[in-house]
């Protein structure tokens, strides 16, 4: 059975940088979602689908202008969390801390 990942929000709990982080998310490697100003205390709605077959790598990046960006961390998202309701995983690389939101439920094509 083939899965999709509806991703909710992300919660911000503690920024990397002082003020806002500039994020963006890649999903198996490609390029998710982003860029987007996040402060502490703040959260970012997100919307989206993606398909899912087994597991997939959810990576959290704070975009620099200077220097290399920040990695915040990777999660997995597998499909035996189908029909759990919502769930939830933490970034929290590089002094950081993020709880992503998601929704994992049975892919139906239209």
Same mark, same amino acid.
């Given at each position: 059975? $083939?899965?999709?990942?509806?991703? +909710?929000?992300?919660?911000?709990?503690? =920024?990397?940088?002082?003020?806002?982080?500039?994020?963006?998310?890649?999903?198996? !490697?490609?390029?998710?979602?982003?860029?987007?100003?996040?402060? =502490?205390?703040?959260?970012?709605?997100?919307?989206?689908?993606?398909?899912?077959?087994?597991?997939?790598?959810?990576?959290?990046?704070?975009?620099?202008?200077?220097?290399?960006?920040?990695?915040?961390?990777? #999660?997995? #998202?597998?499909?035996?969390?189908?029909?759990? !309701?919502?769930?939830?995983? $933490?970034?929290?690389?590089?002094?950081?801390?993020?709880?992503?939101?998601?929704? +994992?439920?049975?892919? +139906?094509?239209?």
């Amino acid at each position: 059975m $083939t899965a999709e990942v509806k991703f +909710v929000r992300l919660q911000c709990l503690e =920024t990397e940088d002082n003020g806002a982080d500039e994020l963006y998310m890649h999903y198996n !490697g490609a390029h998710l979602a982003g860029i987007q100003d996040v402060e =502490t205390g703040g959260q970012w709605q997100l919307d989206l689908v993606k398909r899912l077959d087994g597991e997939a790598v959810v990576s959290l990046f704070d975009e620099d202008d200077i220097d290399e960006d920040d990695h915040l961390g990777s #999660i997995v #998202i597998s499909e035996s969390e189908m029909n759990q !309701g919502l769930r939830s995983q $933490t970034f929290n690389d590089d002094d950081a801390n993020y709880i992503l939101f998601y929704r +994992v439920r049975e892919f +139906v094509e239209d």
